[in-house]
């Protein structure tokens, strides 16, 4: 800590917070013999009834001989405090000159010992016992029974206490005070993040200090020059002015003006948007145990059972693991499975598609339900309803995370369909700082006459910005796949009675009510529908209704089907990626139907609008992922499944666009990604590897930077 006078920390009472939170600090003595130091947790002696300007007067023992190795009581010694500490990058500051530095909460506390009695002694042991064991559920005292009382009274012996009045201290809380608003709001959002210097109780600190977080704004003024960029297929560069979020004018490479420019150096095209996702659980995914690989329900049990040994013990709620595919497997996914690798530990395990949740018995009694262990449908909805139930620091931390990720990928717009009241979250997280992208935010029907009621319609603004609107109103009508509850024409092999052709979770009629509701509030809808006999339900109900809106997913259509898409004007929001995930999956249970499976060229011929998206965290929130599987149907070295169903790669770029096209214009919103590979030259690699690993040197949203590769 350098000695100066630069971030003093001078109040008393956040010293003595310093203290409370941090009790174990180091001791040095300078004693005739040269220095000593040791560690010991130290307590503040509190009077009742004293202010916060009041003396400084801590307390502890140590164990004997280190009463005389320190000279205690002869000489002043000092007490070193540390608190929240972390690395801060020299690449947080910005393009700046700048030197990487370390943020810190310490402090230096002064003064000479004063040697307790014996009966003070025992008393500071107690106190110490009682200050850390009273956060246990269970605190064992050190009074707490008669033998460990006895015991506590032989050992006290040998330690002597002493209590020390600070008379001097050196005191520093460097929280990047100095810094702008746009540095402080990236530290804190490198240090509340994932990367390797992450330091949530830092960025806590930092926030003490900046009592009102700056709001980085997204509004840029003044006019800044993209200078020398690419436009896909032209050869010669182009400069690109923008100003108040719009590109004003693409001009000839150096006839550009700005009031700041930047360099570029890739391909430049409009920003990619991921039309379908679930941003909370996409952000939670991370965090829990991924069994995606296991090709058994044991595979994926021994998985659980290695990672329950890392689990906190103090962590009471129950173990989440993601990602199990059960269709191929020959054994069912039945609670006794994870009982013999979970005991009591309740445990659950959310399907790759989301539409099943495997349950230890533990988890069954947990969440009040009956059964084998494995729910599908509204029974598995449920359990994720509770799961995605997190507080809200902690989720909106989370999902900024995410998003900024997103952008590292060239993302500029999601549309969120979490099951939650997204509007409310949203509003929230926009307060405190605008989203690394641009946000619709889906209605579920449990909140139709809620989004009415309140006036929300399609497109309106719910933040300051124009970041953050209300998106489609979202409707499932089916299951999926992988869980074999996906509505089809045909049964799936296998299967007999009223559940053999999948399941029709909302009924036609029904389904066109809800439409028709949706669209009197001015509402658009995205109605989920996987199987073929779904997907007629769906684009039946939009032609009842008038309704505009999107068939989400639409994996399996009827030959007749393809071509309503256009003549309705429905979009068709499909997941490239699943086809990837699906298609053995696909071969076993639509087969003789896999040739109108992902049918995106039959849907691009028809004159459909197509609009590429994840699912995630069903794949992973990467356009670039999506785009790769639309191009190339390839994946993992394997050989192309249903080839004739590519689509180009200028085709598959529109359709993760929201301006429809791979070249930006004068007059479109300056949401901008800079690619270091052509798209086109990388899309001739067949395997689609080059696709899926596209460099993102640059993401712009409304004219601000969100990313900076």
């Given at each position: 800590?350098?000695?100066?006078?630069?971030?003093?920390?001078?109040?008393?009472?956040?010293?003595?917070?310093?203290?409370?939170?941090?009790?174990?600090?180091?001791?040095?003595?300078?004693?005739?013999?040269?220095?000593?130091?040791?560690?010991?947790?130290?307590?503040?002696?509190?009077?009742?009834?004293?202010?916060?300007?009041?003396?400084?007067?801590?307390?502890?023992?140590?164990?004997?001989?280190?009463?005389?190795?320190?000279?205690?009581?002869?000489?002043?010694?000092?007490?070193?405090?540390?608190?929240?500490?972390?690395?801060?990058?020299?690449?947080?500051?910005?393009?700046?000159?700048?030197?990487?530095?370390?943020?810190?909460?310490?402090?230096?506390?002064?003064?000479?010992?004063?040697?307790?009695?014996?009966?003070?002694?025992?008393?500071?042991?107690?106190?110490?016992?009682?200050?850390?064991?009273?956060?246990?559920?269970?605190?064992?005292?050190?009074?707490?029974?008669?033998?460990?009382?006895?015991?506590?009274?032989?050992?006290?012996?040998?330690?002597?206490?002493?209590?020390?009045?600070?008379?001097?201290?050196?005191?520093?809380?460097?929280?990047?005070?100095?810094?702008?608003?746009?540095?402080?709001?990236?530290?804190?959002?490198?240090?509340?993040?994932?990367?390797?210097?992450?330091?949530?109780?830092?960025?806590?600190?930092?926030?003490?200090?900046?009592?009102?977080?700056?709001?980085?704004?997204?509004?840029?003024?003044?006019?800044?020059?993209?200078?020398?960029?690419?436009?896909?297929?032209?050869?010669?560069?182009?400069?690109?002015?923008?100003?108040?979020?719009?590109?004003?004018?693409?001009?000839?490479?150096?006839d550009g003006h700005g009031d700041e420019a930047l360099e570029v150096d890739g391909v430049l095209l409009p920003g990619l948007w991921d039309n379908h996702v679930h941003l909370g659980q996409w952000a939670a995914y991370s965090r829990r145990l991924d069994v995606s690989a296991a090709e058994s329900p044991f595979a994926a049990a021994t998985a659980i059972g290695e990672g329950l040994r890392s689990r906190p013990v103090d962590d009471e709620g129950p173990f989440v693991a993601v990602g199990f595919r059960d269709a191929l497997w020959t054994d069912a996914p039945v609670a006794a499975i994870l009982d013999a690798v979970a005991g009591d530990v309740p445990v659950v395990v959310v399907s790759a598609d989301l539409h099943a949740v495997w349950l230890s018995t533990a988890a069954l009694r947990r969440f009040g339900v009956e059964g084998d262990?494995?729910?599908?449908?509204?029974?598995?909805?449920?359990?994720?309803?509770?799961?995605?139930?997190?507080?809200?620091?902690?989720?909106?931390?989370?999902?900024?995370?995410?998003?900024?990720?997103?952008?590292?990928?060239?993302?500029?717009?999601?549309?969120?369909?979490?099951?939650?009241?997204?509007?409310?979250?949203?509003?929230?997280?926009?307060?405190?700082?605008?989203?690394?992208?641009?946000?619709?935010?889906?209605?579920?029907?449990?909140?139709?006459?809620?989004?009415?009621?309140?006036?929300?319609?399609?497109?309106?603004?719910?933040?300051?910005?124009?970041?953050?609107?209300?998106?489609?109103?979202?409707?499932?009508?089916?299951?999926?796949?992988?869980?074999?509850?996906?509505?089809?024409?045909?049964?799936?092999?296998?299967?007999?009675?009223?559940?053999?052709?999948?399941?029709?979770?909302?009924?036609?009629?029904?389904?066109?009510?809800?439409?028709?509701?949706?669209?009197?509030?001015?509402?658009?809808?995205?109605?989920?529908?996987?199987?073929?006999?779904?997907?007629?339900?769906?684009?039946?109900?939009?032609?009842?209704?008038?309704?505009?809106?999107?068939?989400?997913?639409?994996?399996?259509?009827?030959?007749?089907?393809?071509?309503?898409?256009?003549?309705?004007?429905?979009?068709?929001?499909?997941?490239?990626?699943?086809?990837?995930?699906?298609?053995?999956?696909?071969?076993?249970?639509?087969?003789?139907?896999?040739?109108?499976?992902?049918?995106?060229?039959?849907?691009?011929?028809?004159?459909?609008?197509?609009?590429?998206?994840?699912?995630?965290?069903?794949?992973?929130?990467?356009?670039?992922?999506?785009?790769?599987?639309?191009?190339?149907?390839?994946?993992?070295?394997?050989?192309?499944?249903?080839?004739?169903?590519?689509?180009?790669?200028?085709?598959?770029?529109?359709?993760?666009?929201?301006?429809?096209?791979?070249?930006?214009?004068?007059?479109?919103?300056?949401?901008?990604?800079?690619?270091?590979?052509?798209?086109?030259?990388?899309?001739?690699?067949?395997?689609?590897?080059?696709?899926?690993?596209?460099?993102?040197?640059?993401?712009?949203?409304?004219?601000?930077?969100?990313?900076?590769?």
């Open positions: 800590m350098r000695e100066n006078p630069s971030f003093a920390l001078t109040d008393r009472s956040e010293i003595a917070r310093l203290v409370r939170e941090h009790p174990w600090a180091t001791m040095v003595s300078h004693t005739d013999d040269g220095l000593v130091v040791s560690h010991y947790p130290f307590l503040l002696e509190e009077t009742p009834g004293a202010g916060p300007g009041d003396d400084l007067v801590l307390v502890t023992h140590v164990g004997r001989p280190d009463e005389r190795l320190h000279e205690l009581g002869e000489h002043e010694i000092v007490v070193i405090v540390q608190g929240p500490h972390g690395y801060i990058s020299s690449g947080w500051y910005g393009d700046t000159p700048s030197v990487p530095t370390w943020n810190h909460v310490t402090a230096h506390l002064y003064g000479t010992p004063e040697i307790l009695s014996a009966a003070e002694n025992l008393e500071v042991l107690e106190r110490l016992v009682e200050h850390f064991e009273r956060k246990q559920a269970s605190p064992r005292l050190m009074r707490g029974t008669l033998a460990d009382s006895e015991y506590a009274d032989r050992i006290s012996a040998g330690t002597v206490g002493f209590r020390l009045r600070v008379t001097r201290v050196v005191a520093k809380a460097k929280l990047s005070q100095n810094k702008p608003d746009e540095v402080v709001r990236t530290v804190l959002a490198e240090l509340e993040g994932d990367g390797p210097y992450a330091q949530p109780a830092l960025a806590a600190e930092m926030r003490r200090a900046h009592p009102a977080p700056p709001r980085r704004g997204s509004r840029v003024t003044g006019t800044t020059l993209l200078r020398g960029a690419r436009l896909l297929g032209a050869e010669a560069p182009v400069d690109v002015e923008v100003s108040a979020g719009v590109i004003t004018r693409i001009v000839a490479a150096g262990g494995l729910l599908r449908e509204e029974d598995a909805f449920a359990v994720h309803r509770t799961l995605d139930d997190l507080d809200d620091v902690t989720l909106d931390r989370w999902v900024a995370q995410a998003g900024r990720r997103a952008a590292a990928r060239g993302v500029v717009g999601v549309v969120d369909l979490e099951m939650t009241w997204g509007p409310g979250h949203w509003r929230r997280r926009a307060a405190e700082a605008p989203p690394a992208h641009r946000v619709e935010v889906g209605i579920y029907p449990q909140h139709l006459d809620r989004a009415i009621a309140e006036g929300l319609r399609t497109g309106d603004a719910l933040d300051e910005d124009g970041l953050v609107t209300v998106g489609p109103f979202k409707v499932i009508t089916d299951g999926s796949l992988n869980t074999r509850t996906a509505h089809c024409v045909d049964p799936y092999p296998g299967l007999h009675g009223a559940g053999a052709r999948g399941m029709q979770t909302v009924p036609p009629d029904e389904l066109v009510d809800l439409l028709t509701r949706a669209r009197a509030g001015g509402l658009r809808a995205a109605v989920h529908a996987i199987g073929d006999r779904a997907g007629t339900i769906a684009l039946d109900a939009f032609e009842a209704s008038g309704c505009a809106g999107s068939v989400e997913h639409a994996q399996l259509l009827t030959a007749s089907d393809v071509p309503r898409f256009a003549a309705l004007g429905v979009t068709a929001s499909v997941q490239p990626e699943h086809a990837m995930d699906d298609r053995d999956v696909a071969d076993r249970y639509w087969s003789g139907r896999t040739e109108r499976s992902f049918p995106l060229a039959s849907l691009v011929r028809s004159g459909a609008r197509l609009a590429l998206g994840s699912d995630a965290p069903v794949a992973p929130l990467d356009p670039w992922i999506a785009i790769a599987a639309a191009v190339t149907r390839a994946r993992d070295g394997r050989t192309p499944w249903h080839p004739e169903q590519a689509i180009d790669v200028d085709t598959a770029l529109a359709a993760s666009t929201r301006v429809g096209r791979v070249r930006p214009q004068a007059g479109d919103p300056a949401d901008l990604v800079v690619v270091a590979d052509d798209p086109r030259a990388a899309a001739t690699d067949a395997t689609g590897d080059r696709l899926r690993a596209m460099p993102v040197t640059l993401t712009m949203l409304a004219g601000r930077l969100t990313h900076r590769g």
